[in-house]
């Protein structure tokens, strides 16, 4: 069960996600959040510290997703990584949109704040060794990683810009994934 705090990042991010970062206020959050007036504020005092937090409960909620959508907590083979990574892709463009958009929103916010640039590359960087050691499983290495993580965003990006109707991303991964893992042997 979520607490109040998570209760308010959550609106925060449907807020972002779905109306853009010149909606995000405190009182607008306190609406979406169905929380008394001056909730968001007494959790993130700024506007620099709910945005990062934000960041931080996006990066939650993608380990979250991970274990959610897969069989097991790290792939064993190359299917499984496939298999696991085409979930979550379909899951960013189909099923959690709005959460995709926040996270594109405060990219490009955190353009223009250092305090949140910070929070979005330690949270980059965070994802990227968490993903390396899942690659590391199936003799993937830190190229092979910043190589894939690159696609998934633009893959994502692209299908949230100019969304396919009968998108599955399988077999493009399946393959890049695997030329990724021969050229390492």
Known sequence: MSGKRELVLDAAIELLGSRGIRALTHRAVDEVAGMPAGSASNYFRTRAALLTGIAERLEARDYADWEALNRRPA??????LVDGTAALVVHAVRTDPTRTLARYA?????????????TVRSGHRRLTEWAASLL?????DRATTQILVGQLEGIILH?????????DPRPVLDRLVRALIASND
């Open 75 to 80: 792939p064993a083979t190359i299917e499984d």
């Open 159 to 167: 299908q949230l810009v100019d969304p396919t109707p009968d998108f």
């Open 136 to 140: 590391a499983n199936v003799g993937g």
């Open 106 to 118: 405060l990219f490009q916010e955190a353009r223009t704040s250092p305090v949140l640039r910070e």
